[in-house]
């Protein structure tokens, strides 16, 4: 599945903080063990926490369109499925965080990450 431009940037901004917070990702994590949903990314804290199989925190991005069709994300349909997937994910014990595109890009959704992930404290 082709990446979108705000996850593909996501994953810059993640290489680019490796060194710094020695997290560990995978892009289209699939959080799932029966069904086939995935998360755009998922993060763990360390290499050792993904290898000891510890649950990563799951980023979604939520991406509005400019034209004048709806995406899947943006109809009632798949905004219900949305729901229904992070309720999931939630029962399963996941700590879930959705963003928007453009907090990706102005980095607000990296200092979210990184106060979830314990790394920064009290940064707005």
Not at 37 to 46: C, K, L, N
Not at 52 to 66: F, H, Q, T, W, Y
Not at 77 to 89: L, M, V
Not at 98 to 117: F, W
Request: glycine share 8%; with cysteine.
């Amino acid at each position: 599945m082709p990446r979108s431009k705000p996850e593909a940037e996501l994953e810059r901004q993640l290489r680019a903080l490796l060194p710094v917070h020695g997290w560990a990702y995978m892009e289209q994590y699939r959080w799932h063990p029966d069904r086939e949903f995935r998360a755009d990314v998922g993060i763990w804290s360390s290499p050792e926490s993904a290898r000891m199989g510890d649950k990563p925190l799951l980023v979604e991005i939520d991406g509005a369109s400019r034209s004048a069709k709806l995406g899947a994300h943006q109809r009632a349909a798949g905004i219900d499925s949305d729901c229904r997937r992070s309720s999931e994910a939630l029962l399963l014990g996941y700590t879930v965080l959705r963003v928007s595109a453009p907090m990706v890009y102005d980095g607000n959704a990296l200092i979210v990450i990184e106060r979830l992930l314990g790394k920064v404290e009290g940064r707005q």
